[in-house]
């Protein structure tokens, strides 16, 4: 397996906004592409299909006719929409679509560039722009012929005259609090609610079928793109997370935990979102319990960005790791608000505790630590709603090579935690979504059938395995890590959370330990 990756930049005009460059996006989409391939020295024969997972919520809006963008895109973290949907009904979002009423979401964000950007809204109801998240961009410019082929690309919505394909697949569309998830289309009454028109929007396929071919120049020129899901679906697909009762949590710019709850939606009590995992083809939809936390690896990148304190995030675990514990610090990295389970837009990021002990050192390890505690409350809600208790947590996701982390993870869960040598999950669902659907396997076989087939070249080629973190206990700390019990003495200290099992998760937030989405 070969591997192309580049970082784009964060940008923020202002408090609570957060903005990408959706041009920067897909000259670094073809650049990782191309790296890719030059890595594994093949050619587009080769290939027999592409996959794309992409940050779900992520809202851009582009002409039909250019393809230039109307405005940066608006990320999910970004939350400049608390206005507008203090204006909208959240029984009727929650009922139609599983979601909360949140700035999370695409709908308010497409309201935004359409009320503020002078023009635009005019141009959309003319049906000149297109809304896409990042799938439906991404899907759009490798489909189009040419970027300087102005006329060519305007025609009926979902396929353009060049061949552009405007589309966003069911996992993506589930997140734009537009769609009514039992009939998994676009919902006109929602579209009027938040001022969309509905000619602005992609058409809705599944997460496994060829939706188009690489039109434009380069390595991958003539291959089907034969997949598309949102990047937490993909990591819940790529995790094997296929029956019912299984789950996963992926750690990124966020966390995202995803237990899988079959063909049919199951609402939650306890502040989690209704969506859907994926649907294969023409085989029943799959749909999932959320809980989504908006800061955890971006709290890292704000310690090496914005305060200096590490030159690369991967430092912070020495840094962290150089104390013993958090010297009496605390953080609640709210920096756009809180979402599962609390759903707070409004609060902001707080470090508390802090003393002239405190060092760097001591916030980094903080820093850790808020994430396992975030992480511990959506474990908490998700057992409530479904009522049998996690026995042990999938993980994958960049900052799950972070040893401590993980270790500090089991230790607050209280629960073991499984990591897979590939952690960069989310590819390894969109791959598998996208051999699926170019039908490189031809046996009727069931969904995790299939996806299992689809994984046994990688298993072998990389030789995959399961690492596991047991928690600590004060008495005797047995670590596993492929059925070997390691006596490697630092793992065998008490841990620091041993006599805290009934600490109340993040702290800070107490007062309101029994806030419930209402």
Partial sequence: MSVGQLEHRQLHPGPGMVEHDPEEIIRNTRRVMADAVATADISSDEIAAVGITNQRETTVIWDRETGEPVYNAIVWQDTRTEDICSTLDPALFRERTGLPVSTYFSGPKIRWILDNVEGVRERAERGELAFGTMDSWIVWELTRRSRHSPGQDRGRRGRAGSGARHVTDVTNASRTMLMDLRTQQ?????CEALGVPVSLLPEIVSS?????????????????????????????????????????????????????????????????????????????????????????????????????????????????????????????????????????????????GLTGY????????????????????VVEAMNRDSGVPLTSLRVDGGMTTNDLLMQLQTDILGIDVERPANTETTVMGAASAAGIGAKLIDAPLSPSQLLHQCQALEAAANRVRTERWGPRTLDVDIVQVDGVTSDDPELTLPHPYAHERAFVLVPWLAADQNAQLN
């Fill in 186 to 190: 676009w919902d006109e009454e929602l």
């Fill in 208 to 352: 496994s079928e060829v939706v188009g071919r690489v039109r434009r120049r380069g390595p991958l020129h003539g291959v089907p793109i034969a997949g598309i899901l949102g990047d937490q679906q993909a990591a819940t697909f790529g995790q094997a997370c296929t029956e019912p009762g299984e789950a996963k949590n992926t750690y990124g710019t966020g966390n995202f935990l995803l237990l899988n709850t079959g063909t049919e939606p199951q609402v939650s009590d306890h502040g989690l979102l209704t969506t859907v995992a994926y649907r294969l083809g023409n085989a029943p939809t799959v749909f999932a319990l959320e809980g989504s936390v908006a800061v955890t690896g971006s709290l890292v990148q704000w310690l090496r960005d914005n305060l200096g304190f590490i030159s690369s995030s991967a430092e912070v675990e020495e840094l962290a790791r150089s104390v013993d514990d958090n010297g009496g610090c605390y953080i609640v990295p709210a920096f756009s608000g809180l979402l599962a389970p609390r759903w707070r837009p409004e609060a902001r990021g707080v470090i508390t």
């Fill in 358 to 377: 405190v060092t760097k050192a001591h916030i980094a390890r903080a820093a850790l630590e808020a994430t396992a505690f975030q992480t511990r409350e």
